[in-house]
């Protein structure tokens, strides 16, 4: 644990710095930015606690910065938006050293910088157990252009920007058998979706540049919790086709019970499950395919209140709300 | 403690709002606000652990929902800025009632409205052992009217909004005896500024308001710290007048090394320490007088390397740059 609490937080203090609007960063009461024309702000905070959502058995201090700034950025490309800036609260405890949380900062800058993000404040305390990780994330989205999880109607088109499942698939090895064990490489690639997550911000902004309706979700919490976000905010219901569902390779070789747990109720996936009209379906696909990446569709939207239902083989399940709770786990 | 994070987090989701630039509060994977013509943005963050920061025996669930608030609005006070929206992240042990947390919201929302500010966005998470509060506030500034640390020059005078050192003295108290046992009207004056410490918002305004050159910062880790953090960002000495700083009544009795240790190194006073050029020092106590609001001058600012003297009785003595440091503290 570091000696002092000031040249801890000095020498975090970024040496560069990328975002132009950026006035003030870290070092005075508050950081300032100046706005930017024709857009607005986005701001979001995802928390994750040592032995809650992570244990030092599971993830390296590398990956914990890397991923409890994946959750936020993830928030931000669900609304369509751009991340800029973050802050970061830190409560230490006894048990982590100075080198573990420098491999922490770096996790969290080395993807900050990816996204030319700017750490611009923070607050470090001291806790007697467990180490917690808080992050703010601030951006921005084109005026009007945030989508939201309330736009989808009947008849829209379910669409996905990829497979789910394998962080939670991953999440099952390590608790299972921990970080330091031997794993083949269908092992080590979900859980490398476990461990360092990547959230799906140009996916995000190839929808605003699109234009029109959209509605829009990141996979936080699994699949068929993220569905019945968008199902009760849009007054709608949601019918999945497991037959459109693209599953990952390495998620092939698992009992079909099991691949359908960790794809409907797994979470921390960070893909953008979204609606769009299926007339415009067509176009959007092309201009995701014109940029590289993959669209799939997964189901349809129908008239309903916030039922979320998978269609099999011609059978149809109703999806429980599951997803991780933290207050029921305990 | 809670049986649904979900519900919990609907629950806590505001019926109405105060800022006009607000687009999406809580509800969706983020907030989304306009910006204001002319004006900066603000970030700030702080954090309050239990039994670092606060007990059980020391502050109600109210207090500290109300001071974890009160700790991030001072940043913005001593910047110049208006709070306008906080997100919070809420780590819940099973130690901690439904009722409980409903008095630690209520004590947060209640300060908030009293600024018009909204609560836009949170993350409640469950931990095992401390409750955690962690505060994003934002807000705004005039364009390049951010009072900053760094605008000391020789020669200003170094003032004070109000007096300082009762929250300190607050705690002691506590401490020795705990919020529950029986207090001298005298006592629990004491006990109030540290419960529910008020940010100085309205000074901070009338500095921006004045316009000229103001270093500023707001006392959350004592004078001496406060001070020693101007002189360092302006690479010059304060020298503080021991005969001009405000002494409040309830301090009075207190044996007098007693009340120097709780001045220069208690803090959350959350009052404000700045300096201004002395040939300005008149009009700037005028402007404050007009608006009812105290300003003590309380020393000068010299040529220096970032010391803080302290001057009584033609002695001077090197002041420590103490203040609460959460590492050194375990």
């Known amino acids: 644990m570091p000696y002092d609490e000031f040249d801890w937080i000095n020498e975090r203090k970024p040496t560069q710095t990328f975002q132009e609007r950026l006035e003030v960063g870290i070092g005075d009461d508050a950081a300032v930015y100046r706005p930017m024309a024709q857009m607005n702000e986005i701001v979001c905070v995802d928390t994750m606690i040592e032995d809650v959502h992570f244990r030092k058995d599971t993830m390296n201090p590398f990956d914990i ?161 993220e569905c019945f976000e968008i199902a009760e905010a849009s007054s709608v219901s949601i019918e999945l086709d497991f037959s459109g569902l693209p599953v990952h390779a390495a998620m092939k070789p698992l009992e079909v019970q099991t691949m359908k747990k960790h794809m409907f109720y797994g979470g921390e996936d960070f893909e953008l499950v979204g609606t769009v009209a299926s007339s415009e379906w067509e176009k959007l696909r092309e201009q995701f395919w014109n940029a590289g990446m993959p669209l799939y569709a997964i189901g349809k939207v129908s008239e309903g209140n916030g039922q979320v239902i998978l269609q099999e083989n011609g059978s149809r399940t109703k999806l429980q709300k599951s997803g991780y709770n933290h207050f029921r786990s305990s």
Request: no cysteine; hydrophobic share 40%.
């Open 65 to 225: 910065g890397f991923k409890a700034l994946a959750a936020n950025i993830s928030d931000v490309a669900a609304m369509g938006g751009v991340p800029h800036f973050y802050v970061i609260s830190i409560a230490v405890t006894p048990g982590w050293s100075e080198e573990e949380l420098n491999e922490l900062y770096r996790g969290m800058n080395e993807l900050g910088a990816r996204y030319q993000m700017d750490m611009i404040g923070g607050d470090t305390v001291s806790s007697r157990r467990d180490l917690m990780v808080s992050i703010t994330v601030i951006g921005a989205v084109e005026e009007r252009q945030q989508l939201l999880r309330s736009a989808a109607e009947p008849g829209d088109i379910v669409f996905l920007t990829g497979p789910v499942g394998m962080s939670a698939a991953g999440l099952e090895l390590l608790l299972d058998r921990t970080k330091d064990a031997a794993y083949s490489e269908r092992e080590k690639s979900l859980i490398a979706y476990h461990q360092r997550p990547v959230p799906q911000v140009e996916a995000g902004r190839l929808l605003v540049e699109y234009g029109g309706r959209i509605a829009l979700n990141d996979i936080s919490d699994g699949l068929a919790s």
